[in-house]
């Protein structure tokens, strides 16, 4: 049995999981750029959870839409991570109700017992870190895409 490709994919919503480094690349290779407001986070510590509702830019369809002559792609999606013992925040004022927020990169710092600290690095010298008993991340797609509106790639992505 040959592996799955990539452009096998089919246009419905991503529904993904992360429980590995591996793993937490492709999630945030997809979520790079994406865009949010301070207020779409949240945290509901009793839960152990920490979520952001987000917009993010549709990487898996860049290429389809450059070869269709079609506008690119954005799609609301909700980014979770579970187990989450502590959050800290730096950069970011969550009292700004018009403070939006790009998301550039996940990154996981793993400790001797299977959990660590993850980082969602954001722009303008922004973060958030999470204190994580185990990593345990899903990105789903929420709405239908979208057209973005800048009508643009983001300039961080090669």
Same mark, same amino acid.
């Given at each position: 049995?040959?592996?799955?490709?990539?452009?096998?994919?089919?246009? &419905?919503?991503?529904? /993904?999981? @992360?429980?590995?480094?591996?793993?937490?690349?492709?999630?945030?290779? =997809?979520?790079?750029?994406?865009?949010?407001?301070?207020?779409?986070?949240?945290? =509901?510590?009793?839960?152990?959870?920490?979520?952001?509702?987000?917009?993010?830019?549709?990487?898996?369809?860049?290429?389809?839409?450059?070869?269709?002559?079609?506008?690119?792609?954005?799609?609301?999606?909700?980014? @979770?991570?579970? &187990?989450?013992?502590?959050?800290?925040?730096?950069g970011?004022?969550?009292?700004?109700?018009? /403070?939006?927020?790009?998301? /550039?990169?996940?990154?996981?710092?793993?400790?001797?017992?299977?959990?660590?600290? =993850?980082?969602?690095?954001l722009? &303008?010298?922004?973060?958030?870190?999470?204190?994580?008993?185990?990593?345990?991340?899903?990105?789903?797609?929420?709405?239908?895409?979208?057209?973005?509106?800048s &009508?643009?790639?983001?300039?961080?992505?090669?």
């Amino acid at each position: 049995m040959a592996d799955a490709r990539f452009e096998d994919a089919g246009e &419905g919503p991503l529904y /993904l999981g @992360a429980e590995t480094v591996e793993d937490l690349g492709v999630i945030s290779a =997809l979520v790079q750029d994406a865009v949010l407001s301070a207020q779409d986070m949240r945290w =509901l510590p009793r839960k152990r959870r920490f979520a952001l509702l987000l917009n993010r830019f549709r990487w898996e369809d860049r290429e389809t839409a450059e070869r269709e002559g079609r506008p690119y792609e954005r799609v609301r999606s909700v980014l @979770a991570f579970e &187990g989450v013992l502590a959050v800290r925040t730096q950069g970011i004022d969550r009292t700004d109700r018009d /403070l939006v927020l790009s998301l /550039l990169a996940l990154e996981f710092e793993p400790d001797a017992d299977g959990g660590g600290r =993850l980082v969602l690095v954001l722009a &303008g010298d922004g973060a958030v870190a999470l204190e994580v008993e185990a990593l345990e991340v899903v990105l789903k797609d929420v709405t239908r895409p979208y057209v973005a509106p800048s &009508g643009r790639v983001p300039e961080h992505r090669d």
